[in-house]
């Protein structure tokens, strides 16, 4: 459910800004969401789970052709740019 800031109480307000650390203005949309956290995982399981990931992992870096370093970085650069249009890589 979303909320205006504007028609929360002060104290509601206040809290919430202590929350965010920030000052929220009365047209501000405030939505809350509570996330129950995920069980472990037991330690056998996260170690086949990392087990697996390197296996294929390393398939993928087997059938990978080589490049340079300026061509990876520029790769990576490509794929961040496409799944985030704004993207400047730093210098």
Same mark, same amino acid.
């Given at each position: 459910?979303?909320?205006?800031?504007g028609?929360?109480s002060?104290e509601?307000?206040?809290?919430?800004?202590?929350l965010?650390g920030r !000052?929220?203005s009365?047209?501000?949309n405030? #939505?809350i969401?509570?996330?129950?956290? #995920?069980?472990?995982?037991p /330690? /056998?399981k996260?170690t086949?789970?990392?087990?697996n990931?390197k296996s +294929?992992? #390393?398939?993928?870096?087997a059938?990978?052709q080589?490049? #340079?370093r300026? /061509?990876?970085?520029e790769?990576?650069?490509?794929?961040?740019r496409s !799944?985030?249009?704004? +993207?400047q890589p /730093?210098?």
């Amino acid at each position: 459910m979303i909320h205006k800031a504007g028609d929360l109480s002060p104290e509601q307000k206040m809290a919430l800004e202590r929350l965010v650390g920030r !000052a929220i203005s009365d047209q501000d949309n405030i #939505s809350i969401r509570v996330l129950q956290p #995920s069980p472990a995982l037991p /330690e /056998e399981k996260r170690t086949e789970i990392l087990k697996n990931l390197k296996s +294929y992992f #390393s398939g993928v870096d087997a059938q990978r052709q080589p490049v #340079s370093r300026d /061509e990876a970085d520029e790769i990576i650069n490509e794929a961040l740019r496409s !799944a985030r249009p704004g +993207y400047q890589p /730093e210098n």
